[in-house]
């Protein structure tokens, strides 16, 4: 029986106070942060006493709370040690490498299209539109999803951070974000850096408001996430397919520029200017914002 069926069946057993802590541990056994809490801190999370952790952990059958430690810790590693990230076959197959590659991100921008909850996307678009200020997180080999967003999502929005490792800096950041004023937007995919599980877990614990980009609700930022939004992988070698997650950062940007359209032409104008003053492209007599209908 595991520690989910053990809590599940005992659940008639438990006192109000013990059903609180049961609720806890139910609710946080997909947060990694839980292998790091001993007893005390878990009565001090759930406003109850030492005595009362110690009671729900005999009436679960372990002998102390050493023992309980090391089923939830069972728990992780059955649970992530098992996890595989879907590969395609097909190795045999004669059709060329570009057809091959191609369909295959062709396929997955289709089902993360399917997957996509119009009134969630539309809530992340006011939360970008709205909040002042935008952490952009994603740590090697992600960060060039951060780079991509903060580039395009920078000509029609102030006050954007990107976050791409975890150091005092990072840590400063963190410590110091407003909840009521920062949005973060976390991208993780397999196989999901430490490093940025560290932040989202930071972040969560100064309880602010969080986007997760991902491949899968089993992913290990999804606990950790007010959104989700999820692209499907699937690998023909460990080279991530990331099509959609493009095409979604992308309808992100649009629909911001789409709130306040006159706005956001100011803003292009503003954008085309700057380049044109520092010589940027090569291509300088074009000007997107008198060619946008």
Known sequence: M???EKIKNNSEKLSGKQAVV???????????????MNLSMIARENCVSE????????ILGF????????????????????RTFPIEPGNNSTDSICSRVFNLEIRLME??????????????????????????????????????????????????????????VTQNIIASARKSET??????????PISTQKIIEGLRAKRVTTVGFTDSELSPIAPFCDYLMITPH???????????????????????YKKDVEGGKTRLHRYE????????FVTRDFNFAEEIR
């Open 2 to 4: 595991d520690l989910i």
């Open 22 to 36: 049961g609720k806890f541990i139910l609710d946080n056994l997909n947060n990694i942060s839980i292998l790091n």
């Open 51 to 58: 005595a009362t952790v110690t009671r729900f952990v005999h």
């Open 63 to 82: 002998r102390n709370f050493a023992d309980f430690q090391l089923a939830i810790q069972e728990y992780f590693k059955g649970r992530y040690a098992s």
């Open 111 to 168: 089902e993360a299209l399917d997957r996509i909850d119009q009134d969630t996307f539309e809530k992340v678009v006011n939360l970008i539109t709205t909040t002042k200020y935008i952490f952009l997180v994603a740590c090697s080999p992600n960060d060039y999803l951060v780079n991509y967003m903060h580039t395009f999502l920078g000509v029609y929005k102030d006050n954007l951070l990107s976050i791409t490792k975890l150091d005092f």
């Open 183 to 192: 949005l973060a937007l976390v991208f993780s995919y397999p196989r999901y």
């Open 234 to 256: 699937k690998y023909f070698i460990v080279t991530d397919p990331m099509a959609s997650v493009m095409a979604l950062i992308h309808s992100l940007i649009f629909a911001v």
């Open 273 to 280: 200017a700057l380049n044109r003053d520092l010589c940027t």
